[in-house]
């Protein structure tokens, strides 16, 4: 399992009046046209009723991966702060988890890459956080996880 948090160089992100949404592939490159995993569709619909999940922008643009590796959609999550934002955070990961349950059941063994881009609304500090490792690994992921990465 490998986790990464890396501190992002770049302007707000836009403001949304949803609590999350699903980034393009290359969002941090705002010049080009959106791409999104092709995962995107299947999240937005099953994620839809569980959390406040901004509809997916129209785009004809998704990338299919042909891996082994399980590639999960981008998520944006706007925080006050980090004591506040991080139960919301676990509650997306929670959803993640049964989300890979339901719709990769036989897939234990299977890499996956899940990130999530933290933007705190205050300063507008804008942080990816990365996970990279088993599906099985999720399930244990919290927002704890990237306190010491």
Not at 31 to 59: G, N, Q, R, T, V
Not at 89 to 118: C, E, G, R
Request: no cysteine; hydrophobic share 45%; charged share 30%.
């Amino acid at each position: 399992m490998e986790l990464k948090k890396t501190v992002l160089e770049m302007e707000s992100l836009g403001d949304s009046t949803h609590a999350f949404e699903i980034l393009p592939r290359n969002f941090e490159r705002p010049d080009e046209e959106p791409l999104f995993h092709a995962a995107s569709i299947s999240f937005a619909k099953y994620a839809k009723d569980k959390i406040d999940l901004a509809p997916l922008p129209a785009s004809d643009r998704f990338l299919v991966q042909k891996s082994a590796d399980i590639y999960l959609p981008i998520l944006k999550f706007a925080i006050d702060n980090w004591a506040v934002g991080a139960p919301f955070l676990n509650m997306v990961i929670d959803v993640v988890v049964a989300y890979m349950k339901d719709t990769h059941p036989n897939s234990k063994d299977a890499q996956v890459k899940f990130s999530v881009v933290v933007e705190e609304t205050a300063t507008h500090k804008v942080t990816r956080l990365d996970y990279s490792g088993p599906v099985e690994g999720l399930k244990d992921l919290k927002m704890d996880a990237f306190k010491d990465v």
